[in-house]
């Protein structure tokens, strides 16, 4: 059984940093991708970032791009979700699923590549004006 547990959400004034984590069990860690999502107060939930642990391959929402960086740590079988420079638009629940491949040994973490079936509790994150 597929399991996702992420922590790590606060409240952080703006310009803050937090770091968010998502631990893995249930299924071979580097077999998948792996999403960070959010859905804000009264909006619908949308895709920040995304990994492929086994290449490495990374992908950015451009208002995220050069504040967040997403790692994974397979040892840990754990992905991370660096936040900096935090805005309050920024605030949000946020989400971490896990994505079986589609096609086997794509290097990239779209949603067309991997199917994102499986999520944990989100955390949330709350960034003070």
């Known amino acids: 059984e597929v399991q996702l547990q992420a922590s790590g959400g606060g409240l952080v004034q703006t310009g803050g940093s937090l770091t968010l984590s998502c631990a893995a069990s249930?299924?071979?860690?580097?077999?998948?991708?792996f999403g960070w999502y959010r859905q804000a107060p009264g909006k619908e939930r949308e895709p920040v970032s995304c990994?492929?642990?086994?290449?490495?391959?990374?992908w950015y929402q451009d208002v995220v791009k050069g504040r967040f960086t997403i790692t994974s740590d397979s040892a840990k079988n754990t992905i991370y979700l660096q936040m900096r420079d935090l805005e309050p638009k920024d605030t949000a629940i946020y989400f971490c699923?896990?994505?079986?491949?589609?096609?086997?040994?794509?290097?990239?973490?779209?949603?067309?590549?991997?199917?994102?079936?499986?999520w944990g509790k989100g955390t949330l994150v709350t960034v003070s004006s």
């Open positions: 699923a896990a994505g079986r491949p589609i096609y086997r040994g794509s290097n990239r973490c779209y949603s067309e590549l991997y199917d994102y079936s499986d």
């Open positions: 249930g299924f071979t860690f580097d077999d998948f991708a």
């Open positions: 990994i492929v642990p086994s290449f490495g391959t990374t």
